[in-house]
Every structure is written in C-alpha cells, then in structure tokens.
C-alpha cells in the first residue's frame, strides 16, 4: 500500500508570503489531519477534513485554511506567513474519524 | 482542555535494561490512548493504542502500555530494550468520538550498545 506523501519537503518563505502544502493520503483513507509540530514540541492539531468537509480546527487562526479533495488528498494553506509558523507540518491520513493516524515525512518551512 | 505530560524528556539506557515511559492526561471522560514512535529519519508511526477493553495492551516490538484509568495515566514499558529502540516516543489521547488528537511532548529514548 501506499504511504501518506507530503510535498514539499522543505520551504523557506518570508514574513508576509503565503504557502501551500500538499499531502496525499494512504489508499483508502477519508481522513485527513494537519498538525504543527515546533521543535522540541510535539505535533499540534491544526485540523481534520472528512469527505472534503472541515470536522474539528484545533486553536490557529483563520490564516490557517485547508482543503480536502474527491481522492482524499489535502492542502494545507497558511497566509500572511509570520516568523513563528517556522515548524514541521505533518499531515497524517486515517481510515476514518478517530483510527489511529498515519503520518507522512512532513514539510518543513522555515519563514525568515 | 485536555493535555498530555511525558514525565521524562530524554532518557538514556543500556541494551538490556528495562524501560517505562510516563504519561498522564488530563481530560476525564472516555479517551483513546495512544503511543507514536519516530525512528531516526523516518515518519511517525503507531506502535499500539488502547480504545476499550483490557487496559494492558500489546504493541509492535515487544512494547506494551497499562492505562489506569484512576491514575489518568497510560504508560509505556518494555522488559528489555534493544540498540535499535532508540528513538522518540509520543503519548497521545483522543477524547472519545472526538477529532483532536493531543500528543505529549514527546521522550527521546537513546539505547547504548
């Protein structure tokens, strides 16, 4: 099978810019989680989309906004990039609301 | 809100010593539990998980975790660890039927030969 794959595996943007990432999920997976994970941290909920529909938004801002596709694969977008947004974003795939997470390679970002 | 604490942020141990991982949380309803492991340069994986039904549980690698559900705690053991347990390990919980899953802060386990 198929793994969760995430794209690009690293990014340098400035302050101010907006990014998109990308995340394709394992075969036979509806859901699709977003989650920040800062160094030394662990990974932070961002939010969930099930069957292309937001199901639960951890605490970011509206700077932060997803999409889920008919094959299930995801866009995670972050505008008005700040300094601090400089994280890993893991995307992790599940075969359904609440199973247990597979996760990608994640992106890392780096905003200067 | 709930949280996940990992007692012990990095811990260092011979080949063939015993090992147990602390982890507590803090929301009081029905939660799934669970453990992610990140070997060094790959992705985060599960190594077991606990939904219902008896509180010990087994896992990948001769890893197995207890939850005690008056403790609010769930932790992580293995009788004997190898070199090639070195890695990080993340408690994570879930409130039943609920989407957001809260990890821990995460315990860098280093094993020497």
């Known amino acids: 099978e198929t793994g969760v794959t995430q794209s690009p595996t690293h990014l340098i943007k400035t302050r101010g810019q907006q990014v998109t990432l990308r995340c394709s999920s394992q075969?036979?997976?509806?859901?699709v989680s977003w989650y920040q994970q800062a160094l030394g941290q662990g990974p932070q909920f961002i939010f969930q989309?099930?069957?292309?529909?937001?199901?639960g938004r951890g605490n970011f801002p509206p700077r932060f906004s997803g999409l889920q596709f008919p094959n299930y694969s995801s866009e995670l977008n972050v505008n008005a990039l700040e300094l601090d947004d400089s994280a890993l974003y893991l995307c992790?795939?599940?075969?359904?609301?609440?199973?247990?997470?597979?996760f990608g390679n994640g992106t890392r970002l780096t905003v200067t | 809100a709930q949280s996940v604490s990992q007692h012990n942020h990095h811990v260092i141990l011979s080949e063939a010593a015993s090992l147990e991982l602390g982890c507590n949380y803090s929301y009081g309803g029905t939660v799934n539990l669970f453990w992610y492991v990140q070997y060094p340069g790959q992705h985060l994986q599960l190594l077991l998980k606990y939904f219902s039904g008896d509180p010990l549980v087994k896992g990948i690698k001769g890893f197995e975790a207890e939850f005690i559900k008056s403790k609010f705690s769930f932790n992580l053991r293995k009788p004997s660890v190898q070199w090639s347990d070195t890695a990080e390990y993340f408690c994570a919980v879930t409130r039943g039927g609920y989407q957001k899953v809260t990890f821990g802060i995460g315990t860098k386990l280093q094993v020497i030969p």
């Open positions: 075969s036979g997976h509806n859901t």
């Open positions: 992790a795939s599940s075969e359904t609301t609440g199973s247990p997470l597979h």
């Open positions: 989309y099930y069957r292309e529909e937001e199901n």
